[in-house]
């Protein structure tokens, strides 16, 4: 099977430039365009979830605090 490659935001911009100048272009006409751009605004949510995931997971790390030293206040 191909390569499997996320669409991002300038992607879909590039798709929707193309769409806006031939109105009557087959890109235009089927509407993939704004799937296009649904589809990169879904991977951006979910590359958010993801970084915000880690984040938290690194927070709650074992030794994340360990900069505040023993006896610190918390």
């Known amino acids: 099977m191909g390569r499997h ?18 109105p009557q272009s087959d890109t235009a006409q089927s509407g993939f365009d704004t799937r296009a751009q649904s589809a990169a605004d879904r991977h951006a949510d979910e ?4 970084d915000d995931g880690e984040a938290c997971a690194a927070a709650f790390a074992p030794g994340a605090n360990a900069a505040a030293g023993p006896g610190a206040a918390g």
């Open 47 to 50: 590359q958010d979830e993801e």
């Open 5 to 22: 490659t996320e669409m991002d935001k300038d992607a879909a911009a590039r798709i929707q430039s193309v769409a806006d100048r031939d």
